[in-house]
Nanobody, 126 residues
């Protein structure tokens, strides 16, 4: 069974940087895409970024505006989300997710992902 465990969240100030990590286990991921989603209190879960495990192609939500970088380390089975220039509106529970089919046209959709972590909280103070 595929398992995803996020870490690295915390309380930071506006403008700070933070790197989230996701440890992936329980399968082989060459055909997968890995994604980061976030959910603020009272809001829907929204797409942040995704990466193809095999070739490293990346995709981002428009609101990222070049501030975030998704990456993966295939030797360590890790996925990362480096966040810079954080804003209070980036405060949310951040989830790591795995998509077995990695179809580009649906990578931004929550329903495309088959496995989810428990989330790691990010709070950005103004």
């Amino acid at each position: 069974q595929v398992q995803l465990v996020e870490s690295g969240g915390g309380l930071v100030h506006a403008g700070d940087s933070l790197t989230l990590s996701c440890a992936v286990s329980g399968g082989t991921f060459e055909n997968y895409a890995m994604g980061w989603f976030r959910q603020a209190l009272g809001e829907d879960r929204e797409f942040v970024a995704a990466i193809h495990w095999s070739d490293g192609a990346t995709y981002y939500a428009d609101f990222v505006e070049g501030r975030f970088t998704i990456s993966r380390d295939r030797t360590k089975n890790m996925v990362y989300l480096e966040m810079a220039g954080l804003k209070p509106e980036d405060s949310a529970l951040y989830y790591c997710a795995a998509d077995r089919h990695a179809l580009v046209r649906v990578l931004t959709r929550r329903g495309a992902y088959d496995y989810w972590g428990q989330g790691t909280q990010v709070i950005v103070s103004s």
